[in-house]
């Protein structure tokens, strides 16, 4: 079974910094983009940060200069770090992209999720 599954959310101050992965399992045959998305309380989810297969980067402008998306390709594995946290960083941050699998089969995953919270 195809999933992502996200890790390093946690608590943080502000200005500090955190480095989010959602690693992709089971039997993918490749992953080529990937997008980080976040959502926080009342808001709409909003896409922050994609990748491309070749390894390019956009960002939204509430992230940029702040945000760096890279991935592991080998290890199906993308990394979203994180600098100079704000409070209004703080929300449920996903990945989601489309995963081709090992049966030949081409669709859209989503992770579960992690919480990022930016408090003093």
């Known amino acids: 079974q195809v999933q992502l599954v996200e890790s390093g959310g946690g608590l943080v101050q502000p200005g500090g910094s955190l480095r989010l992965s959602c690693a992709g399992s089971?039997?993918?045959?490749?992953?080529?983009?990937m997008g980080w998305y976040r959502q926080a309380p009342g808001k709409q989810r909003e896409l922050i940060a994609s990748?491309?297969?070749?390894?390019?980067?956009v960002y939204a402008d509430s992230v940029k200069g702040r945000f760096t998306m890279s991935r592991d390709s080998a290890k199906n594995t993308f990394y979203l770090q994180m600098n100079s946290l704000k409070p209004e960083d703080t929300a449920v941050y996903f990945c989601?992209?489309?995963?081709?699998?090992?049966?030949?089969?081409?669709?859209?995953?989503w992770g579960q999720g992690t919480q990022v919270t930016v408090s003093s």
């Open positions: 990748i491309t297969s070749a390894g390019n980067t």
């Open positions: 989601h992209g489309p995963i081709a699998t090992m049966t030949g089969r081409r669709r859209d995953f």
């Open positions: 089971g039997s993918i045959f490749t992953i080529d983009a």
